[in-house]
């Protein structure tokens, strides 16, 4: 058993590369559309 098994995420293959890749796509992709609206918002950019 990893540690990543232990804190939130207790199921197994919550460590696994295909579940970490598809989260940290999730997350990146998320902020980074959070800091276009924000610059859209901000400055009305096109």
């Not at 990893?2 to 997350?27: C, H, Q, W, Y």
Request: charged residues 15%; proline residues 2%; glycine residues 6%.
């Amino acid at each position: 058993m990893s540690d990543l098994n232990r804190g939130i995420m207790k199921f197994e293959g919550a460590d696994s590369p295909k579940v970490v890749t598809i989260s940290t796509v999730l997350i990146l992709g998320s902020i980074v559309a959070l800091i276009i609206w924000a610059l859209q918002a901000a400055y009305a950019v096109s």
